[in-house]
């Protein structure tokens, strides 16, 4: 009497039922073209280059670097060979409200390149301070 029961189980769960006509008709291959994909245009850069910068000790210098940003430069000669600069990034609506201020302060070596990570923008310059002159005005 095991045996048959245990025998049914195994007909049974051995049944094969035949595909609808519909999941016949899907097993299609998909189509591919070789055609070339449209050109994208290049990033545009996240660095820009300042170049050598002729700063003096103390005053702000302003470079206008489009698209409504501008960078504000302040230097402070820590000694001959280090120097503090306070670089804001300041990003401007059109109609002038500021929408975005970003401030970092880097120690540098004068006449030595380096970079500036702002997260939207890179800035690569090099410092040049200005010789600073203190003479006596001299009367006649």
Not at 32 to 51: E, F, H, K, V, W
Not at 60 to 76: A, D
Not at 121 to 134: F, I, K, R, S, Y
Request: net charge neutral.
């Amino acid at each position: 009497m095991v045996i048959v029961i245990l025998a049914g189980l195994l007909a049974s769960g051995c049944k094969r039922h035949p595909a609808a006509p519909e999941e016949e008709a899907t097993n299609a291959v998909p189509v591919t073209t070789n055609a070339p994909a449209a050109p994208m245009p290049p990033a545009p850069s996240r660095t820009r280059d300042l170049g050598v910068l002729q700063l003096t000790n103390h005053c702000e210098t302003r470079i206008q670097l489009g698209g409504g940003k501008s960078c504000t430069i302040t230097p402070h000669l820590i000694d001959p060979n280090h120097l503090q600069l306070t670089m804001v990034l300041e990003s401007k609506l059109p109609d002038g409200k500021t929408r975005g201020l970003n401030v970092m302060k880097v120690i540098s070596r004068p006449d030595e390149q380096f970079e500036v990570d702002f997260g939207s923008l890179n800035l690569t310059l090099t410092p040049q301070m200005a010789v600073e002159t203190n003479s006596p005005v001299k009367t006649p």
